[in-house]
């Protein structure tokens, strides 16, 4: 299957299966465009993290459509699907193991060579820091990365969804945990990963979607004005 990178969604209804009497998405319509940054704002509950969680086919709405290249999403072949997106979520998990192995994580379905395990660092912004480790990219992190600071271990979560050279990158609020600083240089990181590909951000700091193609706000589960930032 080829992908282009555009996906629809086209009347999305949701409600979580052990919560019918809330209605997350309401008749949710958007085209995220190929190769462009689609940012999607909004307060705390308003459903944007549910449309993260039904592009990943976690669930499948309660109504309406989602299509990838006009195919529906429900057809697609789901290890296919997945192994076209690069998530990247606001605290990132990383395991009691090498900086090397952390970053391969993110494509388990072969051997990854150390070359690309730099290459997808050094997009990340955090090759730098890892060659000046004593151990560079051989560096045990510890359960929950507890020798990084935020920001680092966020690049290294970056590097990890890099890997696979996804069609689709999902950051859910990937910034949000983090000081000013570490931010900025996150953000940096972020907005080199993202070119080329068809990105959604959910965000809840303007500063974090001023690149972004398109913003949209989400309320009450719909799109409730979208264009761009200025």
């Not at 299966?17 to 809330?22: A, C, G, K, Y």
């Not at 319509?29 to 689609?38: D, G, V």
């Not at 966020?154 to 969804?161: E, H, K, L, T």
């Not at 931010?183 to 990105?199: F, N, P």
Request: contains cysteine.
């Amino acid at each position: 299957t080829t992908f282009d990178g555009q996906i629809d969604l086209i009347d999305l209804q949701f409600h979580y299966p052990n919560r019918p009497e809330v209605q997350v998405l309401n008749k949710f319509n958007l085209t995220i465009e190929p190769n462009k940054q689609t940012a999607l704002v909004g307060s705390s509950g308003c459903g944007k993290s549910t449309i993260i969680q039904l592009l990943e086919h976690f669930y499948d709405p309660t109504d309406g459509r989602i299509l990838v290249n006009q195919n529906e999403l429900p057809s697609l072949n789901l290890q296919w699907w997945r192994s076209q997106i690069g998530f990247v979520s606001q605290e990132p998990v990383l395991f009691d193991a090498t900086i090397k192995e952390n970053i391969a994580y993110g494509d388990t379905a072969r051997e990854v060579s150390m070359e690309e395990i730099q290459q997808a660092a050094k997009n990340a912004n955090i090759d730098d820091f890892i060659q000046n480790l004593p151990e560079r990219y051989e560096t045990n992190i510890g359960s929950r990365g507890t020798q990084l600071s935020g920001g680092q271990k966020q690049r290294i979560a970056i590097a990890r969804a890099l890997i696979r050279n996804p069609k689709v990158l999902l950051l859910d609020e990937a910034t949000s945990a983090l000081d000013t600083e570490n931010e900025r240089i996150v953000q940096e990181a972020l907005d080199h990963a993202s070119k080329g590909r068809t990105t959604v951000v959910i965000a809840h700091r303007l500063s974090t979607i001023q690149n972004s193609d398109r913003i949209c706000v989400v309320h009450r589960g719909r799109i409730v004005e979208s264009g761009k930032h200025d």
